[in-house]
């Protein structure tokens, strides 16, 4: 009885914080509005702003990869690898294929100080496309640290 009540709770608030919503096509645009401000402030060297921006990008449209890998960006730049770590892996769960996102990953797992999990990042990246050759450079260079 306590568990069906305890489920029951927990799907009406699921559905009240409107974390299965769809966002409109007025969502997308702001979102988009908000994206283009932060990339903007970004170019400007404003990492504070620019985050803001996309911090309010997020919240029309929450599962927009876009948004997340430029937010993940300026936190590698402004040197937040925690933050960029959430960011790229926000990406990489919606987007399996996104080699840059998962190598930018890598370079916030590094940053973090967790080096096997960005070589293990970082060899994703390569059996996606082989080709590259950064992963394999950032790889070398994880493995003589």
């Known amino acids: 009885m306590i568990l069906a009540a305890i489920f029951i709770l927990t799907a009406n608030l699921t559905l009240a914080s409107g974390a299965a919503k769809k966002p409109t096509e007025a969502d997308i645009q702001n979102s988009l509005q908000?994206?283009?401000?932060?990339?903007?402030?970004?170019?400007?060297?404003?990492?504070?702003?620019?985050?803001?921006?996309?911090?309010?990008?997020?919240?029309?449209?929450?599962d927009d990869t876009?948004?997340?890998f430029n937010m993940g960006t300026v936190y590698l730049k402004i040197n937040k690898p925690e933050e960029a770590a959430r960011a790229f892996e926000s990406v990489v769960k919606r987007d399996k294929?996104?080699?840059e996102a998962y190598n930018l990953l890598g370079l916030a797992?590094?940053?973090?100080?967790?080096?096997?999990?960005?070589?293990?990042?970082?060899?994703?990246?390569?059996?996606?496309?082989?080709?590259?050759?950064m992963p394999k450079k950032f790889i070398d260079e994880a493995k003589s640290m």
């Open 34 to 62: 908000h994206q283009t401000r932060g990339n903007d402030l970004d170019e400007q060297g404003n990492a504070t702003d620019a985050i803001k921006e996309y911090e309010e990008a997020l919240k029309y449209d929450p």
């Open 66 to 68: 876009n948004t997340l």
């Open 97 to 99: 294929g996104d080699t």
């Open 109 to 133: 797992y590094r940053g973090c100080g967790k080096v096997n999990e960005a070589i293990k990042t970082w060899e994703k990246s390569l059996k996606i496309n082989p080709e590259q050759s």
